[in-house]
Structures are given as structure tokens and as C-alpha cells.
């Protein structure tokens, strides 16, 4: 691929376009590939993000291509930059705008299996329950003086009964004490664990999870759904918003001024 580019500027030299003209193209790409995929993260599926970013990868790899001609090969860093844009955009931007907007609600079916991975960050439910007397804890040094504690249990329907599968678990995220107080969690609305404040945790609970299932002889799904509960999902929905504008503007930010870099060693 690299060597299809040296030759292609070998074969046909570089015509100088204004640098405005490179910056431009560049915001272009950063903030026109976050605009696709924001429906595509609002009303797809983690899957077709990720298929999406495949299709459009080789059109996208050789409409650059044919503009290093004009503009070198610095306006492969812009398409580099869009291809982060996108996830950004589908992953947390939409998301938050959906919600806001009325166009998406975290309202979900959480006790049924699911049929693939999930963009979801947010579910909420009426009628649901955390079963206390299977909760597991996990233990873990968390420094010289102070033990982690990773509990989890069951987060299931009013109306399970002995012998259903449980597919959905709900964490505490009081790591820090020895018994968690599940009476004060909220058993109705859940945030994924992978997309929380705690989610570099996530293994540990994974593994508590695991150890649950062994315990109390739950088969394990395939793609077990770990939930930390939350009480004010517009509040996660508004920071996850802050957050992809912020990364979105870093984006832009970044290009900005690699240009101005790039443009002062040329000498443009």
C-alpha cells in the first residue's frame, strides 16, 4: 500500500493547492465522516458501525489517493484522523443526541438474549430485581493498605423463578466496601459496565461473573451483560455527549495544527 503510494507520486507530480484548500479538505474529512456515522451509531448496531467503516475503507484509501497529486501525502493524516472521527461519532455523539433530541430512548429489553454485541450504553426497565442471595464477591490488593471488593448478582425479571437462565448481572460500584448495600442501588435503569467510569474494571467483574455462575450453576451466556445501575442516566448521557465533542473538537484541533506544522517546514 505504501509503495502504491511512492509510485503514484513518482508518476504524477504534485500541482501546490493553497494551503487553505488542504485545511479545509481536511475538516472536511474529520467532520463529514462524524456526520455519517452519527444516524449509523443513533439507529444501528456496534456490528454495522464496524462494517461500515470496512466498506467505505478502499473508496475513501483511493479517492486520497488520487488527491495526493495535489495536495501530498499529508492529506492521508486527514483521512487517518476521520476514521477515528466516525467511532467517536457513532459510539457516543449519537447517543447523546438521540436521547435529547426524542429520537432515541434508552428504554430496552434486557432479559432476553442477545443477538450480537451491543452499542447500547444505556437500558431501562420497570420491573426488574437484583437476587441478593447469589451475589459473589471478588477480591483483589487494590494498594499496600486497602482490599477492592467486586460484587455482582443477578439482575433478572420480577417474575424469574428457579431454573431460568439469568443473562444480565448488575455490579456494585461500591468497590471499596466489604458488603455492598444493594437496597440502595437502582434497579431500574443500568449503564454498561464497558462504557462506564469504572470500566477499567471490567475484567475483574467478568471474572466474578464467572465464578457466580460456577457457584450457583447458571450456564454462562456467551456475551453476558454486566450492568453498573445508575439513578440519572440524562446526567451519563449528557457527559458522554461532552465527551465526544470534546474528542471531536481534539480531532479538529489536531489537524489544525499538523497543517500549520507541516506548511511552516515546507516553507508554504
Given at each position: 500500500?505504501?509503495?502504491l503510494?511512492?509510485?503514484?507520486?513518482?508518476?504524477?507530480?504534485k500541482?501546490?493547492?493553497?494551503?487553505?484548500?488542504?485545511?479545509?479538505?481536511?475538516?472536511?474529512?474529520?467532520?463529514?465522516?462524524?456526520?455519517?456515522?452519527?444516524?449509523?451509531?443513533?439507529?444501528?448496531?456496534?456490528?454495522?458501525?464496524?462494517?461500515?467503516?470496512?466498506f467505505?475503507?478502499?473508496?475513501?484509501?483511493?479517492?486520497?489517493?488520487?488527491?495526493?497529486?495535489?495536495?501530498?501525502?499529508?492529506?492521508?493524516?486527514a483521512?487517518?484522523?476521520?476514521?477515528?472521527?466516525?467511532?467517536?461519532?457513532?459510539?457516543?455523539?449519537s447517543?447523546?443526541?438521540?436521547?435529547?433530541l426524542?429520537?432515541?430512548?434508552?428504554?430496552?429489553?434486557?432479559?432476553?438474549?442477545?443477538?450480537?454485541p451491543?452499542?447500547?450504553?444505556?437500558?431501562?426497565?420497570?420491573d426488574?430485581?437484583?437476587?441478593?442471595?447469589?451475589?459473589?464477591?471478588?477480591?483483589?490488593?487494590?494498594?499496600?493498605?486497602?482490599?477492592?471488593?467486586?460484587?455482582?448478582?443477578?439482575?433478572?425479571?420480577?417474575?424469574?423463578?428457579?431454573?431460568?437462565?439469568?443473562?444480565?448481572?448488575?455490579?456494585?460500584?461500591?468497590?471499596?466496601?466489604?458488603?455492598?448495600?444493594?437496597?440502595?442501588?437502582?434497579?431500574?435503569?443500568g449503564?454498561?459496565?464497558?462504557?462506564?467510569?469504572?470500566?477499567?474494571?471490567?475484567?475483574?467483574?467478568?471474572?466474578?461473573?464467572?465464578?457466580?455462575?460456577?457457584?450457583?450453576?447458571?450456564?454462562?451466556?456467551?456475551?453476558?451483560?454486566?450492568?453498573?445501575?445508575?439513578?440519572?442516566?440524562?446526567?451519563?448521557l449528557f457527559?458522554?455527549?461532552?465527551?465526544?465533542?470534546?474528542?471531536?473538537?481534539?480531532?479538529?484541533?489536531i489537524?489544525?495544527?499538523?497543517?500549520?506544522?507541516?506548511?511552516?517546514?515546507?516553507g508554504?
Amino acid at each position: 500500500m505504501f509503495a502504491l503510494v511512492k509510485n503514484w507520486e513518482n508518476q504524477k507530480p504534485k500541482k501546490p493547492e493553497p494551503p487553505w484548500r488542504l485545511l479545509g479538505l481536511g475538516l472536511l474529512f474529520v467532520n463529514g465522516m462524524a456526520a455519517l456515522f452519527l444516524p449509523i451509531g443513533l439507529f444501528g448496531t456496534l456490528i454495522s458501525t464496524i462494517a461500515c467503516l470496512g466498506f467505505l475503507f478502499l473508496p475513501m484509501f483511493f479517492m486520497t489517493l488520487r488527491l495526493t497529486k495535489f495536495y501530498g501525502n499529508s492529506i492521508f493524516f486527514a483521512l487517518f484522523l476521520g476514521f477515528i472521527s466516525a467511532p467517536v461519532s457513532a459510539l457516543y455523539l449519537s447517543h447523546a443526541f438521540g436521547f435529547f433530541l426524542g429520537l432515541k430512548s434508552p428504554e430496552q429489553t434486557i432479559f432476553q438474549k442477545d443477538s450480537g454485541p451491543s452499542n447500547s450504553h444505556i437500558y431501562r426497565f420497570t420491573d426488574s430485581k437484583f437476587l441478593y442471595k447469589y451475589q459473589v464477591t471478588k477480591t483483589t490488593p487494590g494498594s499496600i493498605k486497602k482490599t477492592l471488593y467486586f460484587h455482582v448478582a443477578p439482575w433478572v425479571s420480577s417474575d424469574w423463578k428457579e431454573g431460568d437462565e439469568v443473562l444480565t448481572w448488575a455490579v456494585c460500584p461500591q468497590f471499596s466496601e466489604k458488603v455492598c448495600d444493594w437496597e440502595k442501588q437502582n434497579a431500574r435503569v443500568g449503564q454498561s459496565l464497558s462504557h462506564s467510569n469504572i470500566a477499567g474494571l471490567n475484567s475483574y467483574y467478568a471474572e466474578a461473573v464467572l465464578d457466580a455462575c460456577k457457584k450457583f450453576g447458571f450456564d454462562l451466556p456467551k456475551n453476558p451483560r454486566i450492568l453498573l445501575p445508575i439513578s440519572n442516566p440524562e446526567e451519563v448521557l449528557f457527559n458522554m455527549g461532552v465527551l465526544g465533542l470534546a474528542g471531536l473538537l481534539a480531532l479538529n484541533y489536531i489537524w489544525i495544527i499538523g497543517i500549520l506544522v507541516w506548511n511552516k517546514r515546507r516553507g508554504v
